[in-house]
């Protein structure tokens, strides 16, 4: 999913305490028309039913959901993420209206973070001054120069986006507000001078997602661009990352992928199988579970419940699938068995585990460049799988003695 780390990177009685980010959904139309998108162009078409932008009193009903949870289960710090479709097409004022409104119903009771995932191509002086004066954080979509990027960032005439986006990433930096891009890997790139170009426009974060495919699409990807396209560019992208004097840099999924090496647990949804603890809220008010696993089918996102008749913990009890995913965490392919990465990879992302024929029971589609990006990494760092095991015993041991 394309959801950006805060900065700082209890249920029905019968689930586990789990720590939830509320995604609004706030828009179901979007201003740009990228090829890969997976809401608009992977099959599913619930967002052709839904209302343009989530109503005001909707919001309200949702942050009503959200403080029953943190009072019920002792939440003390929640994450709320604008997203849609394009958020921004909501407009200044509203996106103004909306944000008081939620610090005025949670900033009593929670730590707050709100963060807004937009396209770029809507940012001026307006919307940056709006979000300075709510502290919220900015995740911007962005694959590389213009001409990677204009591959498949095009608006509904097929104009190319790059030049709104790198002058709203401009305008940013001008107001000395942190750049998180988000950079869906555009296969066939040049993975280091996708890193590098990052790096000049001085983003703080950057993170690599690896294209929503299912092993029932992959087919015609792995023919066109070999076994292996997404370890091809990341490889290439870690190297100069690592070797340019640009650590300071936050890159996903490296940095995450050293933790887990490094005996630590996975921070990302795209390894580790922990559970999500996202929650998603459409803008007619369904709650849903993770929203790329729309790539899986039509309808695959939905639970069946809304917040003008539900609470969330009621998803363990209406979904198996989304109560897992959210909640618990869903349990390690078979195929991962044996595995030198079974700990640390752990399957890969849930929507890239799916086919018709064994669910989600699969390894990721990009198991291969997963396993090859491992074991660059490991090499670089000089930590063996096996050295990687005594740390995770290590550091388990060290919670438990804390905990005891």
Not at 19 to 30: E, H
Not at 108 to 123: A, E, F, H, R, S
């Amino acid at each position: 999913m394309a959801v950006p780390q805060p900065e700082l990177s209890t249920l029905h009685r019968s689930t586990p305490a789990t720590t939830l980010q509320i995604v609004l959904k706030v828009a179901s139309r979007c201003n740009l028309n990228c090829s890969y998108c997976y809401v608009y162009h992977k099959g599913d078409l619930t967002w052709q039913r839904r209302p343009h932008f989530m109503a005001d009193d909707l919001l309200q009903v949702t942050l009503e959901r959200v403080k029953r949870w943190c009072h019920q289960q002792g939440q003390r710090r929640v994450s709320l993420l604008f997203h849609g479709g394009e958020p921004l097409l909501a407009g200044v004022e509203r996106f103004d209206r909306w944000c008081r409104m939620i610090r005025s119903a949670l900033s009593d009771i929670v730590d707050l973070t709100l963060i807004v995932q937009t396209n770029g191509t809507l940012i001026d002086e307006g919307w940056i001054t709006t979000f300075r004066a709510h502290h919220v954080q900015v995740g911007i979509s962005m694959d590389g120069p213009e001409a990677v990027h204009d591959r498949e960032r095009v608006d509904h005439a097929g104009r190319g986006s790059y030049q709104r986006v790198a002058a709203a990433i401009a305008q940013m930096r001008a107001a000395a507000m942190p750049v998180s891009i988000l950079c869906v890997l555009p296969f066939g790139a040049d993975g280091a001078q996708l890193q590098r170009h990052f790096a000049a426009l001085g983003a703080n974060r950057v993170s690599y997602l690896l294209p929503d495919f299912t092993h029932d699409t992959i087919a015609e990807i792995r023919q066109r661009y070999g076994p292996t396209p997404c370890a091809d560019l990341l490889i290439p992208a870690f190297d100069a990352w690592w070797q340019e004097g640009t650590l300071d840099l936050l890159v996903e999924p490296f940095v995450n992928m050293t933790r887990v090496i490094l005996g630590g647990e996975s921070a990302l949804d795209m390894i580790g199988n922990r559970p999500f603890g996202f929650v998603f809220v459409e803008s007619d008010g369904a709650i849903e579970g993770l929203d790329v696993l729309r790539v899986c089918g039509h309808g695959s996102a939905g639970t069946g419940l809304n917040v003008f008749q539900h609470d969330f913990h009621q998803i363990a009890e209406l979904s198996q699938l989304h109560h897992q995913a959210i909640f618990t965490g869903m349990p390690l392919p078979q195929g991962c068995a044996g595995c030198a990465e079974a700990t640390t990879c752990a399957g890969g992302y849930l929507p890239h585990r799916w086919s018709q024929v064994r669910g989600f029971d699969n390894p990721s589609v990009w198991c291969a460049d997963l396993l090859r990006l491992f074991d660059h990494i490991r090499n670089r760092l000089g930590v063996t799988a096996e050295e990687t095991s005594l740390r995770r015993q290590v550091l388990a041991e060290m919670v438990t003695n804390t905990l005891t």
